[in-house]
């Protein structure tokens, strides 16, 4: 057996197999693995093509949904800045209100003060001219009347004040 030269009948017999093979399978199998081949293609493209659509899209919205997020971002800025600033105010509001109300507590308790110290004063006075006028009556032995009990006191406080 020669391995350079194989038999003629083995040769003829093999080229004979290979063309009726070929044959059958061109008729038979290749028309359905082209088919297939051409509707994988189809898909693949297909699919491609979705694949990039979905790209698009997909940037799309991420474009969107980060203006929306910027313009979100801003606004909220915006409604914290507007917080501080009304917390500012009812802040100044509050102080105002309260300095306000200081402000009139002080003024009644002045008011108050100058009442009870004005009645003291009086009250002072008329014990003042009570006492004058038991004394003078002791002194004196006789009543004074009210005008001169009046000019006598009136003479003491106009000196204690000099003092």
Known sequence: MDLIMPDPGTLIWTAAT????????????WPKILAALREREERIASDIKAAEDAKHEASARLATLEERLEKARLEAN???EEGKADAEKLKHEYLESQRNEA???????????????????EEIRQEAVNMAFEMSR????????????????DRFIAEYQRK
């Open 18 to 29: 290979f063309l009726v093979l070929f044959g059958a399978l061109s008729v038979f199998a």
């Open 78 to 80: 915006a409604i914290i």
């Open 103 to 121: 402000e009139a507590i002080r003024m009644r308790l002045s008011r108050e003060l100058s009442l009870a110290k004005d009645k003291a004063v």
């Open 138 to 153: 002791r002194i004196v032995g006789k009543a004074l009347s009210p005008a001169d009990h009046a000019e006598l006191i």
